[in-house]
């Protein structure tokens, strides 16, 4: 899994509550990537970092934020989650352009 | 814009049998795809890539083709085996390297 972990593995939550899940790498790589996936899109970007307090948006950062203080973890936020946010979130990294992105196993977000 | 397809949403083969799963993208600058499998629970996991400047790449039973012609995309895999029952997507990298768009994705199904 290229030294990519992600926790929780599931979770259950309430609309309206904050939910963080974190991403741990031990790459040492420079870019981490927040997806989610969901049953015909695909994998959609919500924000990604290109180092240690940069980031930037996606094309659904809409009700998410995110921040990495350190290289090896990026947190992916939801500041009051909705039910459209049910879904599977990857976290994956970039070691240089030109090479793969590799990915976590993924996080299953149920909002109720 | 961008995008990444795929032709058939679900393909079933006889184990044994060769395999073809088809992308079309749509940047002509793209310069490298990525072919992705996806087992159920897990993460997308790389299985091969190319880079523009190739117009075929094998690896261990897969091969990827690249036609810049007409923008198409393809793995086959040869002699399908139940392990390989999986979805498979393929990603463009974007004009400025650090981001990927990935296709919905195809669901193999690898009949006994």
């Known amino acids: 899994d290229a030294g990519i972990t992600q926790s929780p593995r599931h979770k259950v939550t309430e609309t309206g509550t904050p939910v963080t899940l974190r991403c741990h790498q031990t790459?040492?790589?420079?870019?981490m990537y927040w997806y989610r996936q969901d049953p015909g899109h695909g994998l959609r970007l919500i924000h990604y970092?290109?180092?240690?307090?940069?980031?930037d948006k996606g094309e659904v950062s809409d009700g998410y934020s995110v921040s990495r203080s350190k290289t090896e973890d990026f947190l992916l936020t939801l500041e009051s989650a909705t039910s459209s946010q049910t879904s599977v979130y990857f976290c994956?990294?970039?070691?240089?352009?030109?090479?793969?992105?590799?990915f976590g196993n993924g996080t299953r977000l149920t909002v109720t | 814009g961008e995008s990444v397809g795929l032709h058939l949403p679900t393909l079933s083969v006889q184990e044994g049998d060769n395999s073809i799963i088809n992308c079309a993208y749509s940047n002509s600058a793209s310069d490298y795809f990525i072919w992705y499998k996806q087992e159920s629970g897990k993460g997308p996991q790389f299985i091969i890539d190319i880079r523009s400047n190739m117009d075929k790449r094998q690896g261990q039973r897969v091969t990827v083709l690249l036609n810049k012609t007409v923008k198409h995309l393809s793995l086959q895999i040869a002699a399908t085996q139940p392990g390989d029952s999986a979805v498979y997507f393929c990603a463009e990298q974007d004009n400025y390297g650090q981001n990927f768009v990935f296709g919905p994705g195809t669901r193999l199904s690898v009949l006994p």
């Open positions: 790459e040492n790589h420079r870019y």
């Open positions: 994956a990294i970039l070691g240089q352009f030109g090479s793969p992105l590799h």
């Open positions: 970092s290109y180092g240690v307090k940069d980031t």
